[in-house]
């Protein structure tokens, strides 16, 4: 019964649904960021998709850019099944070029140079009724857009019009003449296209009739009854960490279910100054949350003794973090037999987000081999199967901002809705090398002080992340005249909208000497402070 009423109330059937297939490149998630951000629900597929393996009907799709050439021998190519549905179609740059392609292979060809930037568009319209993609859109008959593209079209296919053009493409925008089916060579998902969200809003409204539906209130009323109608009578229990979605999921469990959700606090030694006392004042006393803290420090942390390999620290958390949870799982199944709140504890909660599920079925490849993060499908079989739990990940389609303003829809305070994400591996990915004792308490104190001294200057907001690590190298340092070895401390902050790429943020100097000032002087252990201009990529945001 659950399966199918997880399929049922799936956004993509409560939801009049955009459908991006995904070609690899690596904008084309903002595609779908930025139908949501005009209160249109979209998801991502990867390319190979069939149709017949979806059982919903898109009210239109996009084909996305790609780093593939359409006339390749490995190039992929989109189900024919999804263009004969009949539901308008727009193709973005490789999506345009393989449209074309599969007219006729001549359609396209490899341009003599690259078109790499801004351009000026002009837009033809004619009277068809293909003007509506461009509605609006051009100031004194032009419009810039953002070009990143090697191939071209050689000629226009046939039954298809030319719909804008550039100085450098004669097909810059195409449509077929009668059906709503078109195709532009530029990006307008990308910022440096300014009127790109309208254009998608022309496609998406003005072409698809699609309803501008989704917001965060409507998802909440619906997922509360979702949530209800799947649980039954049966219990639910999930981590919280005191990051943003933890928090969120937990205080949306409690509004469909009460006290039938059980939250667990697992200390595994390694998270930051104070983290577990903040967290358990916070979800126990304020919000309420029926909440069970386990100190489990001493576990984790022998169990990490000489360990050097980062994806080994990930693991031994991960499975250690899982082996403490049954436990509970169990403990809370028995004391819950005589009370009316009886009932298996059947579900487990997991606060995976559409990036994490992108990432995990992108067809370039999940990016769990660049790190192994263990949302989506990370837990151990033994705990799924069988008479194991069964996953509810009510975020699985939000991106984190649709998190935070879901929060703020439940009256989660601003302090903890903007709070930084927390890895749940913690601190252990920032230390470099062994994690000990000894280490885990330099990078505490040194990220409480670079943290605390963000908020002092009211930068927090600003950044996306921040926080301070440490080498496992030490570095000659004199103090008080005398030769002082200590590690190197490594600081850390970016601005990112989704974590899949990132900034280092730009600090005024001052505060960034003031900053190390007060970790070697106040976080014994620390001979030297450096700050990480890295953006990501190539660098990621953790140490490792
Ligand atoms: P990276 O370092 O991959 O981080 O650029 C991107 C985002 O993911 C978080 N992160 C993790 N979260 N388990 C988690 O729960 C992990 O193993 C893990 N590794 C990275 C990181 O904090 C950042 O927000």
């Not at 459908?19 to 904008?27: A, E, T």
């Not at 539901?87 to 074309?100: R, S």
């Not at 279910?257 to 983290?275: Q, S």
């Not at 949350?289 to 576990?299: C, E």
Request: with cysteine; net charge negative.
């Amino acid at each position: 019964m659950s399966a199918s009423i997880e399929q049922a109330e799936a956004p993509h059937n409560a939801y009049d649904t955009i459908l991006v297939l995904d070609f690899g490149s690596q904008f084309t998630h903002l595609i779908t960021r930025r139908l949501r951000e005009l209160n249109i629900y979209s998801e991502m597929l990867p390319c190979t998709t069939k149709l017949s393996e979806i059982s919903w009907t898109p009210k239109g799709i996009i084909l996305s850019g790609g780093p593939f050439s359409v006339y390749d021998n490995d190039a992929p190519h989109v189900d024919p099944a999804f263009i004969e549905l009949g539901v308008p179609i727009l193709g973005i740059c490789y999506g345009l070029q393989e449209i074309a392609w599969n007219l006729s292979k001549d359609n396209v060809v490899a341009g003599t140079k690259r078109e790499y930037g801004q351009a000026d568009l002009t837009p033809q319209l004619n009277g068809s009724h293909a003007d509506r993609l461009y509605e609006g859109l051009s100031e004194n008959g032009s419009m810039r857009v953002w070009m990143s593209h090697g191939d071209k079209l050689s000629q226009l296919p046939t039954g298809f019009c030319t719909i804008a053009t550039t100085q450098n493409s004669p097909y810059a925008s195409i449509a077929h003449e009668t059906k709503p089916i078109f195709g532009i060579q530029f990006h307008p998902e990308v910022t440096h296209t300014p009127r790109g969200t309208e254009l998608l809003k022309n496609f998406a409204v003005g072409i698809c009739s699609v309803k501008q539906n989704w917001t965060m209130t409507d998802f909440l009323e619906k997922e509360v009854l979702r949530i209800r109608k799947l649980v039954g009578n049966g219990q639910v229990i999930g981590a919280v960490s005191g990051g943003v979605d933890s928090t969120v999921a937990a205080k949306l469990m409690k509004l469909a279910i009460g006290d039938r959700f059980h939250a667990v606090l697992v200390d595994n030694g390694v998270m930051r100054l104070d983290e577990c006392q903040q967290v358990k004042e916070a979800l126990g006393e304020h919000i309420g949350i029926n909440l069970t803290v386990v100190d489990a420090s001493q576990i984790f942390l022998s169990k990490l003794k000489g360990v050097l390999d980062p994806e080994q620290k990930r693991k031994i958390i991960g499975n250690t973090f899982i082996d403490i949870f049954e436990e509970e799982a169990i403990k809370i199944e028995k004391a819950a037999e005589n009370t009316p709140n009886a009932g298996k504890v059947e579900w487990f909660l997991q606060g995976t987000l559409y990036p994490d599920v992108i990432e995990s079925i992108s067809f370039k490849g999940p990016s769990a081999t660049i790190k192994t993060h263990h949302n989506v499908g990370g837990l151990p079989k033994r705990m799924m199967d069988g008479q194991g739990l069964k996953l509810i990940e009510p975020f699985r389609e939000l991106f984190k901002d649709e998190v935070r303003a879901l929060g703020r829809e439940l009256g989660v305070n601003e302090e903890l809705v903007m709070r930084h994400p927390f890895p749940g591996p913690g601190i252990a990915i920032r230390i470099l090398g062994e994690v000990t004792p000894e280490r885990v308490e330099i990078a505490r104190k040194a990220d409480h002080i670079f943290i605390s001294m963000i908020k002092e200057a009211g930068l927090y907001n600003e950044i996306s992340q921040a926080y301070a690590g440490i080498d496992t190298n030490k570095a000659v340092g004199v103090m008080g005249d005398k030769r002082y070895e200590g590690y190197l401390c490594l600081l850390r902050a970016v601005q990112t909208k989704d974590f899949m790429s990132a900034e280092a943020y730009k600090f005024d100097m001052d505060f960034l000497m003031n900053v190390s000032t007060r970790i070697v002087n106040e976080v014994e252990g620390v001979s030297c402070v450096f700050y990480n201009t890295t953006s990501k990529p190539p660098a990621t945001i953790e140490l490792s």
